[in-house]
């Protein structure tokens, strides 16, 4: 989702309040991309809860798990989080997070090292030039590219369009291997149980931005702050905006009680599960996240974490 229309959902959510606050309506207001799941959205939350008194915009930080906060005259509030989707479904959880992820939200206990960190440490940018060089007949202008690292991005594109795919092939081999080694590494950390929990449930939310999870995550209470959060999809269907409800806390609550939350590490794989245990024993894998390169090749550019949701696949 690019910067304006993420701009637009926010608006969008401010325009709900409004309504809810029996506010006027503005024609700009009005002209707002999402206007029509707007309007859905706010009749139903008026429905579900003829007793609104007070309905506050909470997006604006990152203090927040959910949009609207809805206080009720029963001295009750529920905390709303809203999904807008031009498709037809749009519930299911994916994300592609920043490369440092698992340790930079303090998943492992300690100093533990970052795969950026580590790829440093094997001297993964020289090895890869090293490759990369083996070729002779770059384009001349090649030389005056000023940074190693878009050189290098240069050199794989030029050798991937090409047709070499040879020497790209042998970075790919190394770079796996060195993926697994570092995953190696994380499986001998000891790890944070509890922030593994908040990491999945966040993620579930639909909260993949890097600023709102490492504030969220640090809140002791987060699991008894989101029992009240309820989320509103609204989709088109056969032309008409569709707005249907998910009791999420309930969900959380249920899915957090009596179980531990741990991050196991499959033998020769590039990816680690996020996994509940239940007081049975029973394993439950919830989350693949592999490690990943978004662009050119991998090995190349733009290391990332691909978050794939295991747990609905399952449903």
Known sequence: MGKHERGEIKKAEKIIVKILNEEPVTSVDRENLWFSHVVKIAETLVHNYPNIILATHLGDTYENAGDISLKLDNNKTVVIEVKMSETKTGVGTKANMGQDSLTKFGLFIGNVISWSQFRESKKHTVWVRRYLNIF????????????????????????????????????????????????????????????????????????????????????????????????????????????????????????????????????????????????????????????????????????????????????
Not at 149 to 155: A, F, V, Y
Not at 256 to 268: A, D, G, H, L, T
Request: proline fraction near 2%.
């Open 136 to 315: 002779k007949n770059y384009p001349s202008n090649f030389k005056k590219i000023s940074t190693i690292q878009k050189l290098i991005e240069t050199q794989a594109r030029y050798l991937r369009d090409n047709g070499n795919e040879e020497i790209l092939t042998k970075i790919q081999e190394r770079d796996r291997s060195e993926k697994i080694k570092y995953l190696k590494y994380l499986k001998q950390q000891k790890q944070n149980c509890e922030n593994i929990k908040k990491f999945y449930i966040l993620l579930m939310l639909g909260i993949h931005k890097e600023e709102s999870i490492s504030d969220l995550i640090k809140r002791d209470n987060l699991v008894s702050e989101l029992e009240n959060l309820i989320v509103y999809y609204s989709n088109f269907n056969a032309g008409n905006v569709v707005v249907t409800t998910e009791d999420v806390g309930g969900r959380i609550v249920d899915l957090v009680k009596n179980s531990v939350f741990e991050i196991e590490f499959p033998s020769r794989n590039t990816h680690c599960l996020v996994v509940r245990r239940k007081q049975s024993d029973k394993i439950e894998k919830l989350l693949q996240i592999a490690f990943h390169w978004k662009n050119v090749a991998q090995g190349i550019q733009t290391p990332c974490l691909n978050i794939f949701d295991l747990h609905s696949k399952s449903n």
